[in-house]
């Protein structure tokens, strides 16, 4: 939630968090894997510089993750486990407010917010790249990295009535190929859709609760020319909380669940604190 929140120009955000996943695994029967269960401990930093482009308010965002992961389960029938420590992919992000939230900053900028704030409208539009900097051995199948970039476009509707604000956003993932799959073989994924909603109540500024429910199906693979017919298919819901220490500093706790619609796909529940300062 609030990915589209209005900032004014020329500042920026640092923060960094941990989260932990726990979760089951559920692959294609020709992998020979059953009963994969996984905890993975992550930390991450996250830094955001706010700037006007074509009259407009934009942002990049760099978020970087190092995280420990383990997966235990059956491997043809007889138990077994793997162990993964290292950076996680990097993402780059670039957003823009297409309609609403101008490019203002000091007293023009808190006088806009004050003005707008019983009711206002906003309509973003961004691009996440990730890229395949995480730890990845080909001949694993298990890995913290994609060995791949993805592509991530996202559109998003933001309307605040009072203390209430209802955001909807709209993403696409668009992958390229893995030609190092289990040591050699050409992973090609189609791409992913998802939809996901968020109601937003402000107690005050920066004390804020949020619930959220996403949707989001595709991501069938080809392995060197052969589609697996394993279609993803995911259900995700999610709390959050984000409260104020200072007028820089503050904190927010999360809690997001992920579950398989289909056959292959994962179940899991994440837990997440982190805490962010602007300047």
């Given at each position: 939630?609030?990915?589209?929140?209005?900032?004014?120009?020329?500042?920026?955000?640092?923060?960094?968090?941990?989260?932990?996943?726990?979760?089951?695994?559920?692959?294609?029967?020709?992998?020979?894997?059953?009963?994969?269960?996984?905890?993975?401990?992550?930390?991450?930093?996250?830094?955001?510089?706010?700037?006007?482009?074509?009259?407009?308010?934009?942002?990049?965002?760099?978020?970087?993750?190092?995280?420990?992961?383990?997966?235990?389960?059956?491997?043809?029938?007889?138990?077994?486990?793997?162990?993964?420590?290292?950076?996680?992919?990097?993402?780059?992000?670039?957003?823009?407010?297409?309609?609403?939230?101008?490019?203002?900053?000091?007293?023009?900028?808190?006088?806009?917010?004050?003005?707008?704030?019983?009711?206002?409208?906003?309509?973003?539009?961004?691009?996440?790249?990730?890229?395949?900097?995480?730890?990845?051995?080909g001949p694993r199948l298990l890995n913290l990295g994609t060995?791949?970039?993805?592509?991530?476009p996202r559109v998003g509707v933001v309307?605040?009535?009072?203390?209430?604000?209802?955001?909807?956003?709209?993403?696409?993932?668009?992958?390229?190929?893995?030609?190092?799959?289990?040591?050699?073989?050409?992973?090609?994924?189609?791409?992913?859709?998802?939809?996901?909603?968020?109601?937003?109540?402000?107690?005050?500024?920066?004390?804020?609760?949020?619930?959220?429910?996403?949707?989001?199906?595709?991501?069938?693979?080809?392995?060197?020319?052969?589609?697996?017919?394993?279609?993803?298919?995911?259900?995700?819901?999610?709390?959050?909380?984000?409260?104020?220490?200072?007028?820089?500093?503050?904190?927010?706790?999360?809690?997001?669940?992920?579950?398989?619609?289909?056959?292959?796909?994962?179940?899991?529940?994440?837990?997440?604190?982190?805490?962010?300062?602007?300047?």
């Open positions: 939630p609030r990915r589209w929140a209005h900032l004014p120009m020329g500042v920026n955000v640092a923060g960094g968090g941990y989260s932990y996943t726990n979760g089951e695994v559920f692959f294609d029967p020709v992998l020979r894997l059953e009963d994969v269960e996984f905890d993975l401990h992550a930390v991450a930093f996250k830094y955001v510089r706010t700037f006007e482009l074509f009259e407009k308010s934009a942002r990049i965002d760099l978020l970087q993750g190092y995280a420990d992961a383990k997966w235990t389960g059956l491997l043809d029938g007889v138990p077994d486990s793997t162990r993964f420590t290292g950076l996680t992919d990097t993402n780059l992000r670039f957003a823009m407010q297409l309609f609403g939230a101008p490019p203002l900053k000091g007293k023009e900028f808190a006088d806009y917010r004050a003005a707008v704030a019983p009711c206002e409208t906003i309509v973003g539009a961004g691009l996440t790249v990730q890229l395949p900097t995480g730890g990845y051995e060995n791949r970039y993805t592509f991530r309307h605040s009535r009072g203390n209430w604000t209802m955001e909807l956003n709209a993403t696409a993932w668009f992958f390229t190929d893995d030609d190092d799959f289990l040591g050699g073989s050409k992973l090609e994924t189609d791409p992913h859709y998802a939809l996901e909603g968020h109601l937003v109540y402000t107690f005050r500024p920066g004390l804020w609760l949020a619930a959220g429910l996403g949707y989001g199906f595709g991501s069938e693979s080809t392995l060197d020319g052969v589609k697996l017919g394993d279609q993803r298919e995911n259900l995700a819901y999610g709390v959050s909380l984000g409260f104020p220490i200072n007028r820089e500093w503050s904190v927010n706790v999360t809690y997001i669940g992920v579950r398989a619609q289909e056959p292959v796909g994962t179940d899991s529940d994440t837990v997440a604190i982190g805490i962010s300062v602007i300047w």
